[in-house]
């Protein structure tokens, strides 16, 4: 429903109209009493959020003018929802939707970053968390705020699980008085054999 206004003087009519924040153009036509006036302004305009004036000039057969104004006020939106929300390096949990706010994924040891992307419903509403991300093992709690054009905001949670590190390999293993593995070193091997002399009690193993 559009609301209109109206206050007379003798130069001017002038009309307020609101219009709420999906209205992204409108349509403006007149018509004069007098088939051969003449009139400027009229079109299809498209709106700012705040105020839009627009000025409709009428001109008579005798070339005197009168102008009449429309300001025509557009809300701010309050559409704080994402349109899409993603982790580069996996998948999140469940199937993106802008109404569901809570989203898991997890990672591999191995992956030490990750980078979050979004995007946001209205483009005039600014989006914040997002980018990339460094990772501890184990939980990881990223928050996606999404503030509106009005300042209502949306938390949108992902927790990303940063797989422990499984590996229980040796670097290296090292005898004292120099004896030498046999096979030498590999940590992909787990049972060695070192041959010693007979007069040998100990040797320092690191």
Do not use: M, W
């Amino acid at each position: 429903t559009i609301n209109i206004s109206k206050s007379s003087t003798n130069e001017k009519e002038s009309y307020n109209i609101d219009v709420d924040s999906t209205k992204q153009s409108v349509v403006i036509s007149a018509t004069t009493d007098e088939v051969h006036a003449t009139t400027k302004g009229t079109g299809t305009f498209n709106l700012v959020t705040g105020e839009n004036t627009f000025n409709i000039v009428v001109t008579a057969e005798n070339g005197e003018e009168k102008t009449y104004t429309i300001v025509i006020n557009k809300e701010k939106s309050d559409n704080s929802k994402l349109s899409s929300l993603s982790i580069e390096q996996t998948t999140i949990t469940p199937e993106f939707s802008p109404s569901t706010l809570n989203y898991f994924a997890n990672v591999d040891y191995s992956v030490t970053n990750i980078d979050i992307e979004a995007t946001a419903s209205d483009s005039n509403a600014t989006i914040e968390g997002i980018g990339n991300k460094e990772l501890n093992t184990g939980v990881n709690i990223f928050e996606i705020v999404v503030t509106s054009e009005n300042n209502t905001q949306t938390t949108y949670k992902i927790t990303v699980t940063r797989a422990k590190n499984n590996n229980a390999n040796l670097n290296n293993i090292t005898l004292s008085g120099g004896y030498e593995l046999s096979p030498s070193f590999d940590s992909s091997i787990s049972s060695y054999e070192v041959n010693v002399p007979n007069e040998t009690e100990s040797i320092e193993i690191t």
